[in-house]
């Protein structure tokens, strides 16, 4: 789809960093911005390093269409979410968006989940039972390695 906008701020250099604590504005309250707007936000750098203003547009929205930035860590059920937005899946089996240096903890929850694999469980809700049906977490496939036949290397 062809550009049919976009915002170009006159910020100062200090104010769209990837640090947090140099920047006047946090990086995530950009792009949140850009995001509510649903248009490109040029700063003045990004202007001027580019050949001109459409092909500058044009190159932070192909960015945004392809990638996925979160900014800070917060441990806890925030991280829970964004692993839960991060998820790998092929309709059969999905990965939590983890990294592999993880284990569950009460920050972290890695996890493969198969579809038909889950567990029936019953619980009281406003005075009535109500079953559940909850994935029941498979091994956790990052630390799966595979060696087949005779081959000398493992497959992770």
């Known amino acids: 789809a062809p550009i049919l906008g976009g915002i170009v701020a006159d910020f100062p250099a200090d104010f769209f960093s990837p640090e947090e604590t140099l920047a006047l504005v946090p990086q995530a309250v950009i ?8 248009t ?4 003045a750098a990004e202007q001027a390093a580019a050949p001109n203003l459409l092909e500058a547009f ?9 990638h996925l930035d979160y ?9 829970y979410a964004v692993e839960s937005l991060l998820t ?6 999905g990965l939590r968006g983890t990294i ?15 579809a038909g694999l889950y567990n029936t469980a019953a619980s009281e809700v406003a005075g009535q039972v109500v079953e559940n049906e909850d994935f029941v977490n498979a091994p956790d496939n990052q630390h799966i390695a595979l060696k087949i036949g005779d081959a000398t290397d493992w497959l992770t």
């Open 31 to 38: 792009q949140a911005f850009a995001e509510q707007l649903n």
């Open 100 to 114: 592999p240096e993880m284990t569950i903890s009460d920050d972290h929850y890695p996890a493969t989940y198969i």
């Open 88 to 93: 790998v899946g092929n309709g059969f089996l």
């Open 58 to 66: 044009e190159e932070k929205r192909q960015y945004l269409a392809w």
């Open 71 to 79: 900014y800070g860590y917060v441990p806890g059920k925030n991280e």
């Open 40 to 43: 490109p936000l040029l700063t």
